[in-house]
Nanobody, 124 residues
Framework: QVQLVESGGGLVQAGGSLRLSCAASGRTFTRYGMGWFRQTPGKEREFVASIAWTGGITNYADSVKGRFTISRDIAKNTVYLEMNSLAPEDTAVYYC?????????????????WGQGTQVTVSS
C-alpha cells in the first residue's frame, strides 16, 4: 500500500516556476515508478512526466519537454516536478501516481496509486 500526498501548487504568472512535491508512504517506495499527470475540467487526465523505479529512465509529454523536470529523493520518499517557463495552458490539477516496478510508463492504467491532486494556476 502506498499513500501519496502532493503539495507545492499555487498561482503563478506566465513565465514563472513552481516545484511540486509528492510525499509517499510505504516501505516499498523504492520499487515504484512514479508519474505526474494533470487534468482540467471536462478533459481526460493526461500524462506529464514519469521516472522509473530505478531512477535511470524518465519520460515527458512533448508539451512539457525542456521546461519540466521530474526527480526523486529516495531518502525522503519524495518525487518532485520542477516546472519552469509556465504558460496558461499548464493550468490544471496535478496528480502524482505510483506504478509497481514502473519503468517510466506514460499510461494511466499502469498506475495503481494516486494522490489527491494539487491545483496549479498560471495567469497570463
Amino acid at each position: 500500500q502506498v499513500q501519496l500526498v502532493e503539495s507545492g501548487g499555487g498561482l503563478v504568472q506566465a513565465g514563472g516556476s513552481l516545484r511540486l512535491s509528492c510525499a509517499a508512504s510505504g516501505r516499498t517506495f523504492t520499487r515504484y515508478g512514479m508519474g505526474w499527470f494533470r487534468q482540467t475540467p471536462g478533459k481526460e487526465r493526461e500524462f506529464v512526466a514519469s521516472i522509473a523505479w530505478t531512477g535511470g529512465i524518465t519520460n515527458y509529454a512533448d508539451s512539457v519537454k525542456g521546461r519540466f523536470t521530474i526527480s526523486r529523493d529516495i531518502a525522503k520518499n519524495t518525487v518532485y516536478l520542477e516546472m519552469n517557463s509556465l504558460a496558461p495552458e499548464d493550468t490544471a490539477v496535478y496528480y502524482c501516481a505510483a506504478a509497481w516496478l514502473g519503468r517510466a510508463t506514460m499510461s494511466k492504467s499502469s498506475y495503481s496509486y494516486w494522490g489527491q491532486g494539487t491545483q496549479v494556476t498560471v495567469s497570463s
